[in-house]
């Protein structure tokens, strides 16, 4: 029998300790409050974007958006940015990626407020074997899932394939830090096959659909598809062959409905992080 992973069940989960968490919050009189900040029209994160607002509404987190035009200079935008991440207000930015080029993209966003886990500081922590800073969500919402269905971390041999560095990177690290023996595989490797086979936990990033077929994977493995690409029709596809893939795995994720419904939550998990980061002025923090 193959267990499918479903995202809804642990988002909802997850949402509980939000809810709790929140009140918390709020008999201390705080509301949590996100800034975010979009340059330029394009991207194909417009889903994405409401699906997030619509996860603050639910708990009750504000947020605030800033559009600009592509065309806004570097010393405008750094004025911005600077304004915002001193704003005692604001306990969060989310600033969507990629920049226009002539943006510099460093350091935008303090340490503090980072609740996307990619500031310099943020994956420094996680480099040094520490998970108590904010922390990227979509390899979080790997993680959570891997803990609902009670997955042994510890020793397992997880093939990560993508080496991306919002999923792949941070994502091999956390488990590493969980015990694991961890292998990246990405665009260049040779006989990606026999590597994903030896696998107890694949993983797949690359947005590649059909990239796993029932031959990447042993019998009994668990297979995370982290995969998002949408087709002619506008049909959302992962990386994994999954009709079948499942007859040999022991658990698996489906596409959509897997990965993608747990990121916003621990997006808004994040949030609350760095809304407590800033209640206790934690020194580690402070210091940097
Ligand atoms: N700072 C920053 N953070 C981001 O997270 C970020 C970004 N910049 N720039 C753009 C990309 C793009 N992106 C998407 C996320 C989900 C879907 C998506 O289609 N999600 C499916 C879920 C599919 C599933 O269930 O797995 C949905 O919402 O229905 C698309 C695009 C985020 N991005």
Redo the contacts with the bound molecule.
Sequence with gaps: MTVLMV?KKVAKYKMEYLQDEMNYLRSKGIVPNVEIIRVGGK???R?????IKKKFDYLGIRHHESIFPEEITDKVFLNFMKKKNEDDNIHGI?????LPSHLTDHNLIVPEKDI?G?APFNVGKIMNGKMNGLLA??PLAVMELLSYYRIVLQGAHVVIVGHSA?VGKPLSIMLLNHGATVTIAHIYTKNLEEITREADIVISATGKRGLITKNHIKNGAVVV????S?DESGK?H?DVLFDEVIEKASYI?????????V??TM?ASQVLKATKLAMSKSREYQLQ
């Design positions: 995202g991207g194909d994160a889903t994405y974007e409401n699906s989310l600033l969507f990626r990629p996307e990619t969500c979509t919002v598809d982290v995969g998002i949408v959302v992962g994720t489906p596409v959509p409905g897997g990965v993608g419904d990121t916003t997006l």
